[in-house]
């Protein structure tokens, strides 16, 4: 089983070339997480704040090439990216789920974990990466997609105030029966971003994530410390739609035009 993790690690770095692995200490849930980390050049003598994306193994390539595409076309200035992921990859679905799902009992011992992940985020991966990478303090980001997006939801409504912007994509606000509608917004005055987006087919009536995700939206809109947009990402599927709302995303919390 190392073996494999170490050959999808090598094989990761190749894919991603500029980007680098950090691997943490046991947390206090008892999970390893390694980061997966892109630091631009120009981020690399500090300044640039950063952006913590979940499930960082599968989506960091994807955000870097994005990001790239963006900065060199100044539409936005560059950030850090700080991929999030498991130093176990194989048992990688079994772990999210269970660090992203809020304790709604719906499958104990297997979902559940989102108090105490959020925990680790707060006080041991964030500032872990704030004290190994040229991060600026003062500013920092949450994109999660599925699953986690779900979580960045739960953190948004649990935490507000860690983070400053939020890129949550086709959110599994389904989960035990959208209980997360449920969960009191904790109050703040910190001025914050959101961007919402949601896969939906082409040419026919939204789909049941779209649906979800606008109720998400019309909720948000009612804080007054929150500015909130979102985008259906047409005649993608679930994955596929993560390309297309990462760049939409990127623009609107990160865009010239969103300062």
């Not at 690690?9 to 950090?22: C, D, E, G, T």
């Not at 870097?64 to 076309?73: F, H, M, Q, S, Y």
Request: net charge negative; proline share 7%.
């Amino acid at each position: 089983m190392l073996a494999l993790v170490a050959l999808g690690i090598v094989a990761y770095q190749f894919i991603a070339p500029r980007s680098h692995v950090l691997t943490l200490p046991r947390a206090a849930n008892g999970v390893d997480y390694v980061l997966h980390v892109y630091v631009p050049p120009a981020c690399r003598s500090g300044g640039c704040h950063a952006l913590y994306v979940l499930d960082g193994l599968a989506w960091i390539p994807t955000f870097a090439r994005i990001e790239d595409d963006l900065v060199a076309r100044h539409r936005i200035e560059p950030l850090i990216l700080v991929g999030v992921a498991y130093r176990d990859a194989l048992n990688t679905g079994d772990l999210r789920k269970h660090d992203f799902t809020p304790a709604f009992g719906r499958e104990p011992n297997r979902t559940g974990g989102a108090d105490a992940f959020l925990a680790v985020l707060r006080d041991e991966i964030v500032p872990y990466a704030e004290a190994h990478l040229p991060i600026a303090p003062g500013e920092r980001g949450l994109a999660g997609h599925s699953y986690a997006g779900l979580f960045a939801a739960y953190a948004l409504a649990r935490q507000p105030d860690f983070f400053d912007r939020y890129l949550i994509m086709s959110p599994a606000l389904w989960f035990d029966d959208c209980k997360i509608y449920d969960v009191a917004l904790a109050p703040s005055d910190h001025p914050q971003s959101v961007f919402l987006a949601a896969d939906t087919p082409r040419g026919e009536a939204r789909s049941d994530m779209a649906n979800n995700m606008l109720r998400l939206n019309e909720r948000l809109l009612a804080q007054s410390n929150l500015t909130v947009s979102h985008a259906l990402i047409l005649g993608e599927t679930h994955n596929s739609m993560v390309a297309p709302a990462t760049q939409r995303g990127l623009l609107a919390l990160y865009g010239a035009e969103s300062q």
